[in-house]
């Protein structure tokens, strides 16, 4: 990867960290539900209803922050694994590109060695055709390889 890629794995961190306070503020709504219950036992005053729709309306915030929070989270790692692809995919055809550059090369010394070895078949000829022969395949392997990354990332 390179210095100005996305780091996957930082981000993911991040994002969980996000997701983790989260579930801290959901713990505090708990809490807050269990301290409303707990006055609504104990304290038996008029006041008692303004406290009540005050922890009520704490809580809600609390429970909008946990969704956004949430949300926020999610998106974060949804962009991350979407510009993770993105920098694979164009490494992928850069390395495609290569390979085909070199497929290409192979390819005509291939032709090239295979005109020479029917013009003049001596054993020399024979193993310059056996190394561009061997050069071909292996640079078609590279080039399907390539491809099929290419494919597969886009």
Known sequence: MSDMGINLQQTQNQA????????????VANILQLYKSR????????????????????IRRINNLISELNDLSSDIKSAANEVKREEDLAVAKAELSSATSTFERAKQ?????????????????????DIAKRN???????????????????
């Open 109 to 129: 010394n291939y032709i090239r060695a295979q005109n020479l070895y029917y013009n003049n078949p001596t054993a020399s000829m024979e193993t310059n055709l």
């Open 16 to 27: 969980n960290k996000i997701s983790t306070n989260a579930s801290e503020l959901r713990q």
């Open 39 to 58: 006055l609504q036992i104990f304290w038996k005053a008029d006041e008692m209803r303004y406290i009540e729709t005050s922890i009520e309306q704490l």
């Open 136 to 154: 071909y395949y292996s640079a078609l392997y590279k080039y399907n390889s390539a491809t099929a990354k290419v494919r597969a990332l886009s």
